[in-house]
């Protein structure tokens, strides 16, 4: 096992991906309930906030709300909700078809809202000026973002030329569990701006890949109800 400190030095924030349109599943994946009767955006937003950095929400407009604004204002750690990058603000309604632009015009969107954080550095908004991640947890994951920041963050010194560091099994990269480098958010823009949505494609050139914690397997990429319940199942006792 790698011997890295679990500072925060280099964590700009944390964006949860909440936007998805979740058609499997028959119901938002952010208001899914655990069996501690905690919803899940609650779930993540309370682990996020142990890490002292702004907590992002990419909800796609549907504004749903943390019950943890006391536990949040007594941390003062900033919970801001944010809009998706090239989204319609004249469009808040949302029909029963659901509609998205995908993840990363939802990570575009945080990589320009944490810039310009640290560029307005002395408000004292965001604490750390060196801070050049952002990391990136979905709601179809139970991983804790303390956990998942102290894994990604071993990797960072070891990869000085990657930009993206993300989770991986045998067979598959999970970009959405992972660190994007604000730096990446120029390149991103006019990936986004050329039409392109596909996350893997952009990726691609700039990725670590860290092999997942064997206990994390049954934690994430949950679809359905049953795989739901698989993952609540696998979470530790």
Known sequence: MKNCSNNLDGLAGVVILAGGASRRMGTAKAMLTLPSGEQLLDYHVRHASKLQ??????????????????????????VIHITDYGADLDSSEHDEQIKTGGALVAIE???????????????????????????VISCDSLIP?????QKLQC?????ADKKVICLKDDGHLYPLLGLYQLSIEPDLKA??????????????PLVQAVPFSKEWQNLTNFNTPED????CAALPK
């Open 191 to 204: 990936y986004i701006d050329s039409g392109q949505r596909r996350v893997m494609r952009f990726i691609q």
């Open 53 to 78: 950095v702004p907590i992002l929400i990419a909800d796609n407009g549907r504004d749903f709300q943390t019950g943890l604004d006391v536990h949040l204002e007594s941390l003062n750690v900033p």
């Open 109 to 135: 969107s945080a990589l320009q809202t944490l810039n310009g954080l640290i560029s307005l550095n002395d408000s004292g908004v965001s604490k750390n000026v060196q801070a050049s991640w952002l990391l």
């Open 145 to 149: 973002a303390t956990d998942l920041w």
């Open 155 to 159: 990797e960072i010194s070891l990869a």
């Open 228 to 231: 739901f319940k698989q993952a």
